[in-house]
Each structure stands twice: as C-alpha cells, then as structure tokens.
C-alpha cells in the first residue's frame, strides 16, 4: 500500500467494513421498528449484496430483487396447492431450484442473479411454511420485504457514503491493458524477446480481458459512471477482442516469411521498425495513424516482383499491420475522447467489424444441467430425511443445501466451495453461540447491541473486501446474521438452537456429498471441454455459409480462452501449444474472412472452397487433439491450386488470405505450399 494513495483508496477495505456495518445496522433497526417477523433477514441481506465497487452492489442488488419478488411469487403459487402431497411438494421445489440454477450457470453475468434468486428463495421460504399454508403469502411478502429492506440499505449506503465507481477500476485496468498490448506489439513486429515469453504474454491477456469483462458488465447500473464513458468501454473493448488475435497473426507471419524473406524486402523491414516504434510512442499514436496506413499501403502496391508465395504471405501480413494500426488508433482516440468528456458517437473510428460486437459468453450447457441435478437431489434426500424422521426443525437441511448447491455450482470444484462454507458456518455457529446465550441476554437497548456486534461484522466485512477472504467473509456473515435472528424480544431456546443448528450443517453436508458425485471431474475435465467445444464452434463456423461477425466469433473465443488459461496446467502439452498460440481464434477468422470472400470468385472456385470447408467441419468435430489428418492439408493445397487460377484479383487475394491462414493455423511445420508448375499467376 503506497502513502502517496488517498486515504480512501489506502483504506478502502476498512472503509467498506464500516460503510456495511452501517447500512446492515440500519436495515435491522428499520426492520424492527416496522415489525417485520425476520428483521435479521434484512440484516444478513445487506452482507449478501454489498460489494466494495458501487456499481457491482447495484447491479447486484437489482437483480436480488426481480429474483426475489419472482421466487416469492412462485411460492405462494406453489405451497397452498402441494402442502397436502408432501412430496410433490418437495419435487416441484427441487425442480425449480434445478431449473434456475440451470438458467443461472448458462447466463454467467450478473442477471443470473434473478434466476438463481428466484430458485432458493423458492426453498427458503417454502420448506419453513409448510406448517402454515394459509399464512404463505403474508409470510412470502414479509421475507420479500426483509429482503428488499435489506438490498435498499446496502445500495443507498454504497452509492451516497464515500462511493466506490466502477469506471476508475475497469478504466485502469483497460489503460494498463492497452499498454501491455502495445509492447507485445512492439516485440512481435521486431521479434524481441523469446517466443515463450510472448506466449506468456498473450495468454495473461486474454485472462485479463475475462476479468475487464466482469467488471464492466457492472458499469450501467453505476450512477457514478458516465454514459459516455460505457459506450466508449465498448468500443475499445470490441477492438482488444480483435488485437489479440492480430497480433498472433503478425508473428506467424512473420515466421512464415522468415529472415531470407525479410532480407530480400528492406523496406517491409524499416516498415516494421517504424510501426513498433509508433505503436509504443503516446504522442506519435495521437498524430501519425494516417502515415503509418500510407506506408502500408505504398508497400503493398509494390510487391509485383515477390514469388507467389511470398506475395501472399506479405499481402496477409500488411493487412494485419493495418488492422493493428486502426485498432490501435482508435484506442487511443477513444481513451482521449473519455478523458476529456467527449460525446463518443463523434471519434471518427477507422476498425469496423462487420456488425459490431454483440457480447458473446462460452455456455456450458452440459455442465450446467449436472450442477442442477445434483442441487435437485441434495434437495430431495435432505427433504427423505426431514419428512421420514418426522423432524420439527428439518426443514433447514433442504433450505441450506438448495442454497450451498446454488452459491458454488459456477466453480470447477464446488464441492471445495460448499465444504470451506461448511467449515466457517461451524464457526459461525460458535459465534452465534456466544451471543445468544451469553451476550444477548443482558442487552436491553440497540445501541448497547449494535456496539456488541459492531468488532465481530467489522471483521466480517474487513474479510468480504478482499478478494482472498471474501468467500470466509461471506459465509461467516450471512450465517452469523440468520443463525443468530435476532428480534424486538429474546426468545432464545437451546434445544431449537441445536436442532437448527444440526440441520443446517447436515444440509451443507449432504450438498456436499452429492455435488462430488455429480461434479467430481475437476478442472481437468472441464478443461477439455473447453477446447472441444472451440472445435464445435470451428465446425460450425466453417459448414455456414454467407458473412460472420469477426467481432462477436472473436469475444465468444477468447472468453473461452480466458476460462481455459485458468486451467491450462490440466491440459496436454499439444491443447496447450493451440491455447499459446492462439490457434483456434485465428483458424475461426480465417474460415469468416474466406466465406466472405466466396461471393466474388468464379463458381469452380467457390465449389471447391465449399467442399474443403465442409472437410473441416467434419474434422474439427472428429477432433479430440493432436496432429490433424495429412489428407486435410492435400485438400488445403488443392483449393489453394484452385483459387490462384481464380480471375478476379481482389476476392482471390482474400480467399487466399484466408487459405494461409488456415494452412499456417493447422499445419504450422508443414513444409510451404508450393504451387504446381505448370499454374500461372496473375500478379
């Protein structure tokens, strides 16, 4: 922590505890001045919702409500009907807590919240109720009023005492993104450095821009943040999906080339030098774009004398150049114009995907479907317990593992998750021990009980600001709060303490159990899903046919790239060559640049384009790793034969930029595409 930072920014974390404690201590206060049955629900809520950035509490807590109000409606629909079949009861519970928790798992943003609130607040109010059936929607309307109480406290006080915005986090991160991005840049154009550690490189940033992406998803419903400012983050961000991918190119390019090729082109090689010293240069990226595109393209037109293959190579490498020119100008624009508070819609922008960059997320529908199995069966045998024991206080075990399944079900291991949050609910339990039984009932004023909970919910929220801590955190304060419901009147009782108590820690067990047999396959596995979906979505992308969004393909991959750099000690030494490389991204572009380029080649040559993507698509579904066929490398050759001879200059260029590109991505060592002699080429 340096001195010269705010004293804010120096403390933030304390400044959070203390910001929580206060808007937790104001929603129980208010709850008990209007009565409600639960005033700790409102209290607990608060710490459930409360994030240290603005922004995220909002968007956070607005979505809590819509699950709340939509998970309450559900019950009262529910419970009056079903509480006479007892089971039924407990199966269509714990199929719509599968059922949202499906939803929520398949959305990954912060409007999962709604379907995985609307899920357990299902069970939280319902299995408690079934004595009262009559009573369940004053009883539903009171939790939805503890609830939301709670989530208003939590929003007002994040957003009016000392608020934290989004937009400074997200836009620092993009700032230093931005900048690493540029000297990978820089040292791909001049081959600085070891390939390993560019390599290095582009996978840390690919994880960073998950880790932007989650962020920013909280900045529109961040009052702080500037309309301005969000739209300017999306077009910066749509250009860092695309710059990746570039500047992987770039270097394969370049080897492709290879240093006699460089040689025999000294001006392609000042051109490099220039371009990596402009792209590093603060000022010069503000002045020069227009020049650097003028030497590309005076470069281009004077390749008439290169053999084909080098022609080829050196086209496909000057146009990468010019993407990374226009991308990064345009960051550069956008990030003054945010600077400076300029309307967005005015920066004359030069990169413009084909149609936008609609935002794409890797959804995993098979591992999505098993965590919801398995919180539907945790559910069902904590209710087989509770009901054939005829247990008073039971209902608290299908209640806590509906919840515990739905918290860390996004986890590669959430049975991990679910025994760390039993483990701390134990302490939990202690603490609420101690005060219910030995502090609690000597207090008879709030201000007496508020500066008794005060250094214990400090501490809580102390742990729930840092990123480290904040799954202990959590779990310590929103068992805490409930565990201990406090009241306008002591009624404590140790025997339903205990029994509550037991059914509480035997729901996270049992959620426990299960969710290691449902998802006891680790990182590894979902490792490998990850690259075999890539290839489906290869496979996809090479039997349509007609246009694609570069853009959209790009986000959809490198979101999946993030996930998988996360993972990348669990896969083998060949997935993790395609991950380094950036492999699969750039075969996708290639298959969209070449399906756009169909549509000005003659028919024999969009025949034989046609019949060596359909080959791809059916290898990349076949493909489960390793080297692919060699027949699939003749086919490439062969379309390339066919698209030299094609007549019209512009598409055939494009078709064969994409035919390399593909080429290089799958066969990297394969010796050079080398075209039959008897062939001409029109230059």
């Not at 290839?535 to 790239?561: I, K």
């Not at 512009?650 to 930029?657: G, P, S």
Request: aromatic fraction near 6%; glycine fraction near 6%; proline fraction near 4%.
């Amino acid at each position: 922590m340096r001195a010269e930072e705010p004293f804010l920014v120096r403390h933030a974390d304390l400044i959070f505890a203390l910001k929580t404690f206060a808007a937790s201590m104001l929603a129980l206060v208010i709850a008990l001045a209007i009565d409600l049955p639960r005033p700790y629900w409102a209290m607990a809520t608060v710490y459930i919702t409360s994030q240290p950035l603005a922004g995220a509490t909002s968007s956070k807590a607005f979505f809590r409500v819509l699950g709340t109000v939509v998970g309450a409606s559900m019950t009262v629909a529910m419970v009056p009907n079903l509480v006479n079949a007892p089971e039924l009861l407990c199966l269509a519970i714990a199929l719509w807590v599968g059922l949202c928790l499906y939803l929520s798992l398949l959305d990954g943003t912060p409007r999962s919240y709604v379907f995985m609130l609307a899920g357990y607040t299902v069970a939280l109010i319902g299995f408690p109720s079934v004595a009262q059936p009559g009573s369940i929607f004053d009883i539903a309307l009171a939790r939805l009023e503890e609830i939301s109480l709670g989530i208003i406290c939590a929003s007002l006080v994040s957003t009016v005492v000392f608020p934290r915005s989004v937009a400074p986090a997200v836009g620092k991160r993009v700032r230093n993104w931005l900048a690493d991005a540029r000297r990978l840049s820089r040292d791909a154009l001049l081959q600085q450095g070891t390939g390993e550690t560019r390599r290095a490189q582009r996978l840390r940033l690919a994880t960073d821009i998950v880790e932007i992406d989650t962020l920013a998803t909280h900045l529109a419903y961040d009052r702080l943040a500037d309309a301005s400012s969000v739209r300017g983050l999306a077009e910066v961000r749509m250009r860092m999906l695309m710059l990746l991918p570039g500047i992987a190119s770039i270097e394969d390019r370049l080897a492709a080339l290879g240093d006699a090729a460089l040689q025999r082109q000294p001006e392609l090689t000042r051109l490099l030098d220039e371009l990596a010293e402009w792209i590093v240069d603060e000022q010069r990226l503000r002045q020069s774009a227009e020049q650097m595109r003028a030497a590309i393209a005076e470069r281009q037109s004077a390749l008439d004398g290169l053999v084909p293959r080098e022609r080829i190579i050196t086209i496909s490498l000057l146009l990468r150049l010019r993407e990374l020119v226009d991308i990064s100008a345009d960051c550069r624009a956008v990030g003054d114009a945010i600077a400076t508070g300029q309307d967005i819609s005015t920066v004359a922008l030069a990169f413009r995907p084909e149609a936008g960059a609609a935002p794409a997320r890797h959804r995993d529908h098979g591992m999505a479907l098993w965590s919801a199995a398995g919180a539907a069966i945790a559910i069902l045998i904590c209710c087989v317990l509770w009901i054939g024991t005829g247990w008073a206080d039971g209902a608290s075990a299908p209640m806590t593992a509906a919840i515990a399944c739905s918290f860390f079900a996004a986890q590669d291991e959430p049975a991990r998750g679910i025994r760390v949050f039993g483990l701390f609910s134990l302490v939990a339990i202690v603490v609420v021990a101690i005060y219910q039984f030995a502090l609690v009932p000597g207090i008879s004023h709030i201000e007496v009980l508020i500066a008794a909970l005060a250094p214990t919910f400090l501490l809580y929220g102390f742990l729930i600001a840092r990123p480290a801590t904040a799954p202990i955190g959590m779990a310590l304060a929103a068992n805490t709060a409930t565990l201990l419901a406090l009241q306008s009147t002591y009624s404590a009782d140790f025997a339903s303490f205990a029994n509550s108590s037991v059914a509480f820690f035997l729901g996270v067990v049992i959620a426990e159990i299960v969710t290691r047999i449902a998802r006891g396959v680790g990182a590894e596995w979902v490792a490998k899903r990850l690259m075999l979906s890539s290839w489906q979505t290869l496979a996809s992308a090479a039997e349509r046919r007609g246009q694609g969004d570069r853009a959209e393909f790009a986000g959809l991959l490198l979101h999946r790239l993030g996930l998988l750099v996360q993972r990348v000690a669990f896969i083998s030494e060949s997935d993790r060559r395609d991950a380094d490389s950036l492999v699969q991204l750039r075969i996708g572009l290639n298959i969209i640049d070449l399906r756009r380029a169909r549509y000005g080649l003659a028919a024999s040559t969009v025949r034989a384009i046609d019949a060596m993507l359909d080959d791809l698509a059916a290898v990349f579904r076949g493909h489960a790793g390793g080297a692919m066929p060699s027949e699939l490398l003749s086919h490439i050759d062969a379309t390339l034969t066919a698209a030299v001879n094609d007549p019209n200059e512009r598409a055939r260029d494009d078709a064969l930029l994409g035919l390399v590109g593909i080429r290089r991505g799958l066969f990297p060592d394969a010796p050079a595409y080398q075209r039959p002699p008897e062939e001409s080429f029109a230059a």
